[in-house]
């Protein structure tokens, strides 16, 4: 093998390997049907739990990325750092910019449609903060990767990650809802849009 073919070979390893999605990787997950980003800022929710508002946006800035954590309760949490993770598999994503963990919950209905509300919570030993990987066609071990669509499953209600065209009035700057649908339709079809793993955010 040449010197050339040698480094072609290994800038595909290289591309390969930046597209999976492993715990401690800093992503983007982007609504399949409305292309808005998932998104949190430091704002509440003004009824249901008041805890911190989840949305899709339009635009893109550092309020759009979420870090991959070990699920609550994992035992072995400290060995799964930089490994990919897996169709199936059960974990949180933590909001990159003020720490808290995508959440759901029973019994609070959503602030636009009823649904399940979704928000984003400080506590990180609450399990209602961790969901489950459902890969489009994947098998179990299916390594999750950008660009193919994914459902993200709340586990302790079943209930999946939701968006559509409703949008929250002004205390929401008007931006996308976000919920949580037991009905399932094509509005829970996620993917992810960015992946870096460089400075493996901790």
Same mark, same amino acid.
């Given at each position: 093998?040449?010197?050339?073919?040698?480094?072609?070979? $290994?800038?595909?390893?290289?591309? %390969?390997?930046?597209a999976i999605?492993? !715990?401690? @990787?800093?992503?983007?997950? %982007?609504?399949l049907?409305?292309?808005y980003? =998932?998104?949190?800022?430091?704002?509440d929710y003004?009824?249901?739990?008041k805890?911190q508002?989840?949305?899709c946006?339009?635009?893109?800035d550092?309020?759009d990325y979420?870090v991959?954590?070990? @699920?609550?309760?994992?035992?072995q949490?400290?060995? =799964?750092?930089?490994?990919? #993770?897996?169709?199936?598999?059960? *974990?949180?994503?933590?909001?990159?910019?003020?720490a808290?963990?995508?959440? @759901?919950?029973e019994?609070?209905?959503?602030?636009?449609?009823?649904?399940?509300? #979704?928000t984003?919570?400080?506590?990180?030993?609450?399990?209602?903060?961790?969901?489950? =990987? $459902?890969?489009t066609?994947?098998? %179990?071990g299916?390594?999750w990767?950008?660009?193919p669509?994914?459902? =993200?499953?709340?586990?302790?209600t079943n209930?999946?990650l939701?968006?559509h065209?409703?949008?929250?009035?002004?205390?929401g *700057?008007?931006?996308? $809802?976000?919920?949580? *649908?037991a009905?399932?339709?094509?509005?829970?079809f996620? *993917?992810? @849009?960015?992946v %870096?793993?460089?400075?493996? !955010?901790?």
């Amino acid at each position: 093998m040449s010197n050339a073919d040698a480094d072609t070979k $290994e800038d595909v390893i290289d591309v %390969e390997q930046r597209a999976i999605v492993t !715990y401690g @990787s800093r992503i983007k997950l %982007e609504h399949l049907n409305t292309q808005y980003r =998932l998104h949190s800022h430091k704002h509440d929710y003004p009824n249901g739990s008041k805890q911190q508002q989840v949305t899709c946006y339009s635009k893109e800035d550092d309020n759009d990325y979420w870090v991959v954590k070990p @699920s609550v309760g994992n035992q072995q949490s400290l060995q =799964l750092w930089q490994k990919p #993770v897996q169709n199936g598999q059960t *974990f949180m994503l933590q909001h990159y910019c003020t720490a808290a963990y995508l959440h @759901s919950h029973e019994n609070i209905a959503s602030a636009v449609t009823n649904q399940q509300e #979704v928000t984003a919570h400080w506590n990180p030993h609450d399990n209602n903060s961790n969901w489950r =990987l $459902e890969i489009t066609g994947g098998n %179990e071990g299916s390594i999750w990767k950008r660009g193919p669509r994914i459902k =993200l499953i709340h586990v302790n209600t079943n209930a999946a990650l939701h968006s559509h065209s409703h949008k929250y009035p002004n205390w929401g *700057f008007s931006q996308q $809802e976000v919920t949580g *649908f037991a009905g399932r339709d094509a509005g829970d079809f996620w *993917f992810v @849009s960015k992946v %870096e793993k460089e400075a493996w !955010y901790l």
